[in-house]
DNA sequence: TTTATATTGTAAATCGGTTTAGTATGAATA
DNA sequence: TATTCATACTAAACCGATTTACAATATAAA
C-alpha cells in the first residue's frame, strides 16, 4: 500500500523543481535549454524509482487521453472481434489504447457510449455507425475529434470511412449462382437501413435483373435469441419451396441458415446451394463446405487505423478519405455442383 | 468547439459556491445542509445546460475511474470474446465501464498492460492469467485492489477465481469415447502450465488408467499463424494412424483438428471419433456434428463480475471465493456410432 | 445580555501533472 | 560602466473536480 510516487517527489529527491523534471521527461530539455548533466541525473533517478506519470493528471492537463473508443456492433461478432483485434494491436504499438464497447446497433446506447467516451477524453472514434446518430458524430467532428468509420457509413455526414464494395460482392456472388444455373435465388438478410445492407440488397437485385430472375427476399429482425431468426426463417424456407439457392447478407444469419436447412434436411447443394457474406471457420468446416464472400480484414483494420493515426498526429483537418476495399469470393461445393444431376 | 461547462460555470451562473454545486451532485446535500430550494435551483440548471462533471478530474482526486480492467487471452476467441461481451453488460448496468486487452498469454505484455491499468486508475481487474505473473497479481492485491481471475487461476495466489471442473469435463469425455469403444484415445492439446490445461490432461489420463489404456498425448506450440498448427498435427497423425478417437484440449486447436482431419480424407466417425473442449457453431455444424465439452459461458461471466462487484462495493477485504463450475458433454454424431460396423 | 447551537453555506487545499511567464547569473557588447 | 543576451532553471497558474475546515447568521437556552 505504499503511495506512489509523483513527480513533485522526483523534484525534491534533487532538489529542483518540477517543472524542470517535466520538461525533461517531455522531451523538451533542449529547448528548454536544460544541462545534459541534469537530464542525465533526473532520467536515472526516474528509471531507478520506477517512476510513472500519472496519466490522469496528464490528460486533465493537456486534454488528450492517448485513447481510441472503437464502437462496434458486438464485439462477440467474429467478425468485429478480429477487426478490434487488430485494431488493438496495431494502436498498441503507437502508444494508443483502445476502449471498445458494442453498440448492438442501438442508437440511444451509443448516444450514451459516445458521452462515455467524451467524458474520458478519448482521443478520436472508430465506429460502426448505427443508424439515427448523425447529429451526434456531427457534433463530434465539429468539437474537433477524428472520427473513422467502418463496415458503414452514413451518407449524409463527410467522414474518413473503410468499408468493403457490399454491391458488387453481392452482384458478383449472385451472378455466380446463376451461371452455376439457378434461377430461384433468395436473399436472406436481416432488415436495416444500413448503407452496406443496402448495398448488399442492390447487388442482388441488379444481378437478377440482367436475367429478369425474380427477387425472394426475406428480411428478418435482428434478436440476439437465436430461435427468433431461426423460426422466421425456417417458415420461410417451408413457404418457398421452389427456392433452389440462397444468398445470406452476414455470417451470423447465414450460421443459423445453415441451421435451419440442417433440422429441415435439404441437402446442400443437391436441393439448394449456399453462399454466405463474412467466411469463417464454420463456412470452410461444414459439409460440404460453403462459399462465402470473404472481407479482407488485415486490410481493412490497418486501414482504419492508418486513417486515424494520421488525422491524430496531423491535428489540420485535412480532407477526408473514402476507401472501399474489394472482397473475395471464396468458391466451395455448397454452390459448385451444378443442378441437373 | 464551445469550451464545455464546468462546475464553476454552474457555481458563477447561480453566484453561489462550486463546493456547493459538488455537494448536491453528489447527494450530499441533506448532510450538508443545503436547502432544498437551492438543490432544485442547480440540479434545474445542470440538466438544462447539460453538465457532466469531467470524470478525470474526478478520477484524479477521488482515486476512483469506475473502470473495470479486462485481460483476457485473445479477444478474437470466441469463449473469450462472449465472455467478455456478458460482462461488459453486466459492469455497464452497475456503471462500470469495461476496458479489455488481449494478453496473448505474453508475460511481459500483460505486465505492461498491468502498468497502463494502473495508470488509468481502473478500480478492479478480471483476468485470465498468464504464466508467470504471481508476483504483479500480488502487488496487485497488496495495494487493495480487487482482481477476479477466470479460465485458470494461480495456485500460489490467493484470490477470487471462477473456473469450471476442467479435470472432470475431460475424465467425463474421455470415459464416453471409451465407452464407445474407442480404445487409441488421443489428446490434443496446446503446451501449457496454466492450470485449466493441466486439469484438462490429468482428466484425460485418469479416465485412460481406469482401463489401462496407453495415452497418445500431441502438445503442440500456441501460434497466431494457423499453418503452424495444422502442420505438426497432421504430421503426428500421419505418424499414428492406428488412433480411433482425438480429445481436443481447446475450440481453437479443435477447429484447426477438423480442417486437417478434413484435408487428410479421414472418416469422421467411422475412421476417427472427435471431442472437442468449448462447444460454438463449427462443433454442431460440421457434418458429421462434433461432440463437444460446453463451458456455461453465461454462467461464468455472472459470477466473474458478481464477484467483483462485492469486492468493490464493500470494500472490505474479505475471504476469497473461489467458484468452479461444470459442464456439459454435449453428445453428437462424431462420437456416438459405435466403432464395430 | 450573553452564550450555545443549528442552519446554510463557502474559501482554500488537494489530486499530479503541464505550461506560462519569469528570475538569476555570467559573459559579451556598446 | 551600463546594457544586452544567452544560459539554466523555477514560481505560480491551471486543468476540474472533491474535501476539509471554518464563517456568517439566526435562533434558542442560560
Do not use: W
Not at 506519470?53 to 492537463?61: G, H, V, W
Not at 502508444?95 to 464497447?101: E, K, L, S, T
Request: net charge neutral; aromatic share 8%.
Amino acid at each position: 500500500m505504499n503511495k506512489k510516487i509523483s513527480i513533485v517527489d522526483i523534484a525534491n529527491l534533487l532538489n529542483i523543481s518540477k517543472t524542470t523534471v517535466s520538461f525533461i521527461l517531455n522531451g523538451r530539455a533542449q529547448e528548454k535549454r536544460i544541462s545534459e548533466e541534469l537530464v542525465q541525473k533526473v532520467l536515472k533517478l526516474v528509471k531507478e524509482v520506477g517512476y510513472k506519470p500519472n496519466s490522469l493528471a496528464k490528460s486533465l492537463r493537456t486534454g488528450k487521453s492517448n485513447i481510441i473508443g472503437l464502437m462496434v456492433e458486438d464485439i462477440s461478432n467474429p467478425f468485429f472481434a478480429n477487426i478490434a483485434r487488430l485494431i488493438e494491436d496495431r494502436a498498441y504499438e503507437k502508444g494508443y489504447r483502445i476502449i471498445y464497447c458494442s453498440t448492438d446497433n442501438d442508437t440511444a446506447k451509443t448516444q450514451e457510449l459516445i458521452g462515455m467516451f467524451q467524458d474520458r477524453h478519448v482521443d478520436g472514434y472508430i465506429m460502426a455507425p448505427p443508424k439515427d446518430i448523425e447529429e451526434d458524430v456531427r457534433d463530434l467532428i465539429k468539437s474537433g475529434l477524428p472520427v473513422v468509420m467502418f463496415d458503414r457509413y452514413l451518407p449524409n455526414v463527410d467522414t474518413d470511412y473503410v468499408i468493403v464494395d457490399n454491391q458488387f460482392s453481392t452482384y458478383n456472388a449472385t451472378r455466380h449462382l446463376i451461371e452455376q444455373g439457378y434461377s430461384k435465388i433468395a436473399f436472406i438478410t436481416f432488415s436495416s437501413e444500413q448503407t452496406q445492407m443496402l448495398d448488399r440488397m442492390n447487388g442482388y437485385k441488379n444481378a437478377l435483373k440482367e436475367d429478369k430472375l425474380k427477387p425472394y427476399i426475406k428480411e428478418i429482425d435482428f434478436n440476439r435469441n437465436e430461435e427468433l431468426i431461426k423460426e422466421p426463417l425456417s417458415a420461410y424456407l417451408k413457404k418457398n419451396p421452389g427456392i433452389d439457392a440462397i444468398l445470406f447478407g452476414t455470417d451470423h444469419i447465414g450460421t443459423c441458415g445453415l441451421k435451419v436447412i440442417n433440422q429441415l434436411g435439404v441437402k446442400v447443394p443437391d436441393d439448394i446451394a449456399i453462399v454466405s457474406f463474412d467466411d469463417y471457420d464454420v463456412f470452410e468446416l461444414h459439409s460440404p463446405s460453403v462459399t462465402a464472400i470473404a472481407q479482407p480484414i488485415e486490410a481493412i483494420a490497418d486501414n482504419i487505423i492508418s486513417l486515424l493515426l494520421k488525422k491524430l498526429e496531423s491535428n489540420s483537418n485535412q480532407t477526408t478519405q473514402k476507401i472501399t476495399l474489394s472482397t473475395t469470393l471464396n468458391m466451395r461445393n455448397s454452390s459448385q455442383q451444378a443442378l441437373k444431376r
